[in-house]
């Protein structure tokens, strides 16, 4: 494996911060996707594999592994296997899933980013939640290697925000202001453009979803930083008061109060490609 640089390690610390704010704060849905897992799933004994690709600290992998042991019965063994190169997202999931716990789960861990990642293993469900948006310029390569993954009867499930979603706008605002950051990441519509080019047939469920942004609000608030860093893909600090200012506009131009609670939209969409 290739070891994390001083600066990886550094962006790993900032990006784990900003994204449990973020967590705690995400009207999310992850139900579309595990319902099509389960629509999906033809699971052939002794074995159910599933491949987590860009894990986080696992939210989501904890409910995966609960609506995947009510849906199968007790002669499949659950084989669990979770890529995150994020040391302390590391940290978090295995203080979540780890054998202790799951003593029922063959668990396994590894900390390489997925481009470095190999196994002749198969599985029969691969899946990108939210994390395909860190790999630009390896898409088409990815689903192409995570086809190759697959059990006979798996599929390939990605879960990325669509073009409406405010954060493409507070990203792209942020490197407009600034001349940093990203100009550019990856939306649904795009990756939908790159599964065609490749010739696959797809699913695509769309669905909304919201992010309270109250904290960003706050004065003085080291979790409103946080979540601010969260929308710039970036350290805010760099912004003066006046492109803060800015930033703080287009979010609250995009606000729906509801129960108090300032909510922008983060529409996403989730898409299997089955083998
Ligand atoms: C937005 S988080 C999503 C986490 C989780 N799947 C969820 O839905 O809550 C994106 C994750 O992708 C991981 N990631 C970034 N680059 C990666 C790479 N090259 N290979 C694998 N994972 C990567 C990040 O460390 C982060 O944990």
Redesign the pocket.
């Known amino acids: 494996m290739v070891s994390p640089t001083e600066i990886e390690i550094k962006l790993?610390e900032v990006?784990d911060a900003s994204?449990q704010v973020f967590?705690k704060n995400w009207q999310v849905n992850r139900q579309v996707a595990l319902d099509l897992m389960q629509k999906h799933l033809k699971p052939q004994p002794p074995q159910v594999a599933v491949l987590?690709?860009?894990?986080?600290?696992g939210?989501?992998d904890v409910q995966v592994i609960s609506t995947l042991k009510q849906e199968i019965s007790k002669e499949f063994k659950l084989r669990y296997v979770a890529?995150?190169?994020?040391h302390l997202?590391r940290q978090r999931y295995e203080q979540k899933i780890n054998p202790s716990k799951y003593a029922d789960i063959d668990l396994k861990v590894h900390p390489e980013?997925?481009?470095e990642f190999w196994t002749d293993e198969k599985f029969d469900i691969i899946h990108y939640?939210?994390?395909m948006y860190?790999?630009p310029g390896h898409e088409q390569q990815l689903v192409q290697k995570a086809m190759e993954m697959l059990k006979e009867n798996g599929f390939l499930i990605l879960t990325l925000d669509t073009r409406d979603a405010i954060i493409f706008d507070t990203i792209f605002k942020y490197a407009a202001l600034t001349g940093e950051g990203f100009t550019d990441m990856l939306q649904m519509e795009k990756m939908q453009t790159m599964v065609d080019e490749l010739g696959l047939s797809y699913e695509v469920v769309k669905y909304p979803e919201y992010m309270d942004v109250t904290l960003c609000f706050e004065e003085n608030s080291s979790a409103g930083k946080a979540l601010m860093d969260f929308f710039c893909q970036a350290d805010s600090s760099q912004l003066s008061d006046e492109q803060r200012q800015e930033m703080l506009h287009l979010l609250a131009s995009n606000i729906n109060e509801k129960d108090g609670r300032k909510l922008v939209p983060l529409p996403a969409a989730t898409m299997v490609i089955c083998k």
């Open positions: 790993y990006y994204y967590l987590s690709v860009g894990a986080g600290p939210d989501f890529v995150e190169p994020n997202h980013k997925i481009e939640t939210h994390s860190h790999m």
